[in-house]
């Protein structure tokens, strides 16, 4: 079974008291209730064919219904995140966090009814100081916050 790939952008910016993330609290139902470990940066799957960049651009679009700022792409690597090797470029970037769309998925809700319900991907998106970012992020994308915060 071929391994799932997942790409995405951590957008930052630098403020007063350091460096900031763009993080999204994940939509659904299954992360209603959590706020702790229950962020993620925009990111998504990608078939094989697909170059990683293209998937991260993708995923940004689709996720916050808005364009990738322009800047230059800095790699963070890879992590493996709940099975998946997951790829991210840091950008230095601003946007207001009001003026997200978020896409949409669907899913049977409640389990076993039958009944599909639509949720949004992102339910919030917010700017956060590395220090509480490492809080919000889920675990496996930890390791991107220390990469961003060792090139900053």
């Keep these: 079974m071929p391994v799932k790939r997942s790409a995405g952008i951590l957008l ?3 403020a007063e008291d350091g460096i900031e993330v763009l993080l999204g609290h994940m939509g659904g139902p ?3 209730r959590k706020d702790a470990a229950a962020w993620t940066m925009p990111k998504g799957e990608y078939p094989p064919e697909e170059p990683p960049e293209t998937a991260a651009r993708r995923e940004f679009t689709e ?3 808005l364009p990738v700022p ?3 792409w800095v790699p963070l690597g890879e992590v493996r995140q709940s099975g998946k090797t997951v790829t991210a470029w840091a ?7 009001d003026t997200v769309v978020p896409g949409t998925f669907e899913m049977e809700w409640p389990p076993r009814s039958g009944r599909t319900q639509e949720f949004p ?3 919030r998106v917010a700017w956060f100081p590395l220090a ?3 809080e919000k ?3 496996g994308q930890r390791d991107f916050l220390d990469r961003l915060a060792g090139m900053t």
């Excluded at 950008?91 to 966090?97: H, K, S, T, V």
């Design 12 to 14: 930052y910016r630098r």
């Design 30 to 32: 299954f992360w209603a």
């Design 63 to 65: 996720e916050l219904g």
């Design 70 to 72: 322009p800047g230059d």
């Design 91 to 97: 950008l230095a970037g601003d946007l207001d966090p």
């Design 121 to 123: 991907e992102l339910d």
């Design 132 to 134: 509480e970012a490492t």
């Design 137 to 139: 992020i889920v675990k």
